[in-house]
């Protein structure tokens, strides 16, 4: 089985992210690079991480008409990313057309609602009913549009496999330590995740703001 973490690589400095990302580079399956990182440093920075000879997965949560967002996938092709995210509110034709424009290696995936988005500010955007189930519609969709999979929280990972078994889950917001965060209910093990079905494990400042960034990822790997 090959190592689900992905390493999120929110580094505001290319040369910072370039040493993380060889430092652990044996101990995380892949790297993200988020919309930030993209917009700084564009394909040239993307090349440079490419370097380090891991998988890339580029989180650019493209949503726009779907002529405007394939023509974006086909301008990201060259990078040849393992993933690469869209969001589901974009509709369906948005996604079809961006699974059609993807390289035949680039998982596509669809990010459901934002967590930064409660029920309340989902109300204010005409979407009633809540967040957990504009996550499932929005799952479903992405399942019925040809998509790879989503972007889902852990809470939410097992409900949607049960919906979706062959679908790819990519799951952020993971702390390594049931317990160690101060809102304790919320907190998701890496390895809860993955018994949850989790395809991919995104992880971000429990690796990159570690004393010892290879002690923690390896610690990490080792729970799984
Ligand atoms: O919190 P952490 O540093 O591990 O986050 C890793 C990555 O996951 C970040 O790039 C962040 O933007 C993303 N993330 C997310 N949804 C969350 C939490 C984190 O997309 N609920």
């Known amino acids: 089985m090959s190592n689900p973490i992905y390493l999120a690589l929110d580094l505001p400095r290319l040369d910072a992210a370039v040493a993380l990302a060889q430092k652990v580079r044996g101990h995380v399956g892949g790297l993200k690079l988020g919309l930030e990182f993209f917009c700084a440093h564009g394909h040239h920075g993307v090349h440079e991480i490419a370097k380090v000879g891991l998988p890339i997965f580029l989180d650019l949560k493209l949503h726009d008409i779907p002529n405007t967002v394939a023509a974006a996938m086909q301008a990201i092709h060259v990078l040849e990313p393992a993933i690469v995210t869209v969001h589901a509110a974009g509709g369906r034709a948005m996604l079809e057309d961006a699974k059609a424009a993807a390289g035949e290696h680039t998982k596509v995936v669809a990010v459901t609602v934002l967590t930064s988005l409660d029920d309340a500010d989902l109300a204010r955007i005409g979407v009633n009913g809540g967040a ?9 969709l992405a399942q019925e549009a040809g998509l790879d999979g989503i972007v889902c929280s852990g809470h939410e990972v097992g ?9 790819f889950f990519v799951v952020p917001g993971l702390r390594p330590a049931e317990g160690s965060a101060a809102d304790q209910k919320r907190t998701v093990t890496p390895r809860a995740a993955r018994d949850a079905g989790a395809s991919v494990l995104v992880i971000g400042r429990p690796i990159a703001r570690a004393e010892d960034p290879v002690a923690a990822a390896r610690a990490i790997e080792g729970t799984l």
């Open 132 to 140: 957990h189930n504009q996550a499932l519609r929005l799952a479903d």
């Open 159 to 167: 409900a949607i496999h049960q919906r979706w078994k062959k679908g």
